[in-house]
């Protein structure tokens, strides 16, 4: 069956560190995998998006990486802040005549101070 | 540029009612996707709409159904309202597919 599965366990890291959520994947063949971040009672915003042809995307203090072999992505936050405390949603997007965009069910990040 | 638009925000229905929830897209965004979010089971995609077409379905029961109009707008419809359908209900917008814009919700409580 298909899934996507992320850590359900909640990450709690001290500030100043790098923050890694995983997301793997399987029976899945992704035009391309997304990250959002979900604070409580809003909806996700869209943070990074990488093609099925990129190993590795970057916009500031963020990285994802993506392995279509190992069928992982792993989502990385650099010198992290407490404001950087949130709910991470990684997206697989397949396409069958309409976009289908399936969420994992999140990573629950702390960042203390 | 006005971001997607949800409307209510919040709603109470009693079991067995029937429930029109509205979306309006960012402008020139014609892809309209639908969501459920609940703690135990988080999003789950309903459906998405493009140019007034559903293209692709989730795996809901037939109580659930949208439409979407000539101006991208989107409603979701869903009738004989259960205990279990107390949900976030999510609308995202996108051009055509990929970075999706979400608005702010609907909560749903069905008592």
């Known amino acids: 069956s298909q899934k996507i599965e992320q850590n359900s366990e909640a990450l709690n890291i001290q500030e100043g560190k790098t923050a890694t959520l995983t997301c793997n994947y399987t029976?899945?063949?992704?035009?391309?995998l997304q990250w959002y971040r979900q604070d409580p009672g809003r909806g996700p915003v869209f943070l990074l998006l990488?093609?099925?042809?990129?190993k590795e995307k970057r916009k500031e203090r963020l990285k994802v990486t993506f392995d279509t072999t190992l069928k992982q992505s792993l989502f990385h936050i650099t010198a992290s802040q407490p404001a950087d405390s949130a709910t991470y949603l990684c997206?697989?997007?397949?396409?069958?005549?309409?976009?289908?965009?399936?969420f994992g069910a999140g990573t629950r990040l702390f960042v203390k101070a | 540029k006005a971001g997607v638009t949800q409307t209510p925000r919040y709603l109470i229905k009693t079991r067995g009612q029937q429930v029109t929830l509205s979306c309006s897209p960012i402008?020139?965004?014609?892809?309209v996707s639908w969501y459920q979010q609940t703690p135990g089971q988080g999003l789950q995609f309903l459906f998405e709409y493009f140019s007034e077409t559903q293209r692709n379905k989730g795996n809901f029961p037939g109580r659930f159904s949208g439409r979407q109009f000539s101006n991208s707008r989107s409603e979701m419809n869903v009738s004989t309202l259960e205990l279990g359908d107390s949900a976030l209900y999510l609308c995202?917008?996108?051009?055509?597919?990929?970075?999706?814009?979400f608005g702010q919700g609907t909560r749903l409580t069905v008592v």
């Open positions: 990488i093609r099925e042809n990129e």
């Open positions: 029976n899945y063949s992704p035009a391309y």
């Open positions: 997206a697989l997007d397949t396409y069958t005549g309409g976009f289908k965009t399936i």
């Open positions: 995202a917008s996108t051009p055509s597919g990929g970075e999706a814009f």
């Open positions: 402008s020139g965004h014609r892809s």
